[in-house]
């Protein structure tokens, strides 16, 4: 492609809400093989609501939601969202959180009045015997919702179950990739199952689930088997992933990090703006497969 070809491409992409922000980043779209995407926020709308709360016999409902909600009132993970919008809708009264502690990708604990209160995956509570919630939480997570666990003093309280939606445009996005001979995949931080059943309902061929935010990096690397790698993200957890991918492509309702670190940036939060990029990118350098 000449220097004005290129102009012109980026000039096209821009009209379409799609921003270059070097002019390589449209021979390099050109070339790829797999895109990769984040889940939460990108593939959905990372606003997810409290759907289920599953407890154990030895506790009340208010009180433990009373109790988790306190701790992620301090927390700024949208699964701490849904929870705390769930206890004002409930008009519960929340009790003083000191020693709060957030562990990324696994969860939150702190203590609220005397009790000690931890949040988050299986892994983060790790000692606890799930047993008693495992037939209803891999029948939720099936349905695409992420289960959390709530551990009081030390004893296993309930299951909490948070349900986000998948953008309007994710399945036509996916289908439109494949139909342009190339690979999808997604990565996660979320449950296996919940990640799965996700991936199924979009119709996406790759899933990397239970990807602590550390091991984004690898985990793209590690999808770069299968060709060049556009990885497609929003959060501050993506914004290495962004980086090390052939092209990064970053959400426009991102954060300002993951904006950044991208070579492409979308306008809004559509994902129709990859096609956009990708169509834009063979128009002005020539198909070459
Ligand atoms: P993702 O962006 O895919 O949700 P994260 O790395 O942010 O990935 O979180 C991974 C998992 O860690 C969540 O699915 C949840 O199980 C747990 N987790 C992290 N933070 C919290 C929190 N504040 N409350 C409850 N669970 C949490
Ligand atoms: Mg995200």
Redesign the pocket.
Known sequence: ATPTSIMVGTGRAAELGVLFRKSEALQQLRDVKVVAF????TLTQGKPTLTDLILDDDFEHDEVLALVAA??AK??????DA?VAAAEKAGLTLGAVTDFQ???????TARVDSRLVS??????LGHLDFSDFAEAIDRLADEGK????AAIDDKLAAA?VVADTVKPSSKAVIAALHAMGLKTAMI????RR??QAIARQLGIDEVRA????ADKVATLKGLRQLGPVAYVGD?I?DAPALAEADIGIAVGTGTDAAIESADVVMLGGDLKGVLNALTVSRATMGNIW
């Open positions: 984040d889940k939460t926020g701790v992620e927390s700024e993970h949208p699964i701490g929870i957030a562990v990324s990708g696994h969860g939150v949040i988050g995956s299986q892994r983060h992420t289960p959390v666990f909490i996660s931080g979320d449950n919940t990640a239970e990807v602590l935010p959060g957890n």
